[in-house]
């Protein structure tokens, strides 16, 4: 606990957060800290459960951010965000571009001195656009009823990239000490099957509500590859996006029918909408579960 920001301890001293005492298995080892971001590893027994990262902005008001091994989570706290024990839709949105919002079901999530936050979990098992706009937006907004009224509150995505990036560290280097300077991890190339689309032009040439082979590279820049293993099947067409990191892709496909590499770009300028979907203004590429 003595990495605790001065915000947070603030809130405490004034009874605002009450923290009861882990349990004595646990244990909560401090990881990184910068720019308010404050990371700690999750250990139970000795063995690594957990990392979350957090930012403090107000009395009752942050960011979180969780991985362990089975979810990805996108939390915060603000006015009665907590006050309900159960699932609360919340409406999310990035960059103060509200027609772009979805609507999610978060739940209340502990954190390792047990305050709550709402939070987004998301199976690691999938491709999530919102994570990738956690790390890469300016900002991210959260809409939600109180119980008594509705309530917006917006949050600066300062540090955000790093943030979720130690995050990951923190968990998949467990057995190893923090690094002397962040770097990026991999837990290697894999392909999951879902649903997904390309136009271009106006004209689409794939579309497939399921079976389709999505290559993930799971380099943390977000790369993957839509009607393709890159092995063992390539689809009559295909297309590539990689990310840049800063809300923003490029993209290539194959063009002609049975051709075998990604040669012919299809722009710069996508970002990320709903349904997994990159677009800019010559051409669509989607991936989903």
Not at 150 to 160: I, K, T
Not at 241 to 248: A, C, H, L
């Amino acid at each position: 606990m003595n990495s605790i920001s001065s915000a947070f301890a603030a809130a405490l001293a004034a009874g605002v957060l009450s923290l009861a005492p882990m349990a004595q298995a646990q244990q909560a080892v401090p990881y990184a800290q910068f720019n308010g971001w404050e990371i700690t590893q999750i250990k139970d027994n000795g063995q690594v459960t957990a990392c979350e990262a957090m930012r403090i902005t107000g009395s009752e008001e942050g960011l979180f951010f969780r991985h362990d091994a089975s979810t990805t989570g996108i939390g915060f706290s603000s006015y009665a965000s907590a006050a309900s024990p159960f699932p609360v839709d919340v409406e999310m949105w990035f960059d103060g571009d509200r027609s772009s919002r979805m609507t999610y079901a978060m739940q209340l999530v502990p954190d390792q001195y047990t305050f709550e936050w709402r939070t987004l979990l998301l199976p690691n098992d999938e491709p999530w656009g919102e994570i990738d706009l956690f790390a890469n937006a300016s900002s991210i907004h959260f809409g939600y009823d109180t119980g008594t009224g509705w309530n917006e509150v917006a949050f600066a995505l300062s540090g955000s990239s790093r943030a979720s990036e130690e995050t990951f560290a923190c968990f998949q280097n467990a057995s190893s000490p923090p690094p002397a300077q962040p770097q990026q991890q991999s837990s290697g190339p894999n392909v999951i099957y879902g649903s997904c689309k390309l136009i271009v032009a106006g004209k689409t040439y794939v579309d497939m509500a399921a079976g389709c082979p999505i290559w993930l590279a799971n380099d943390g820049t977000g790369t993957f590859w839509i009607n393709t293993d890159r092995e063992n099947y390539l689809g009559q067409y295909f297309a590539e996006v990689s990310p840049f990191g800063d809300g923003t892709a490029g993209a290539h496909w194959n063009a002609e029918p049975g051709a075998t590499h990604a040669q012919a770009p299809l722009g710069e300028g996508f970002r990320l909408t709903g349904g997994g979907c990159w677009t800019n203004g010559n051409a669509t590429v989607c991936a989903a579960r």
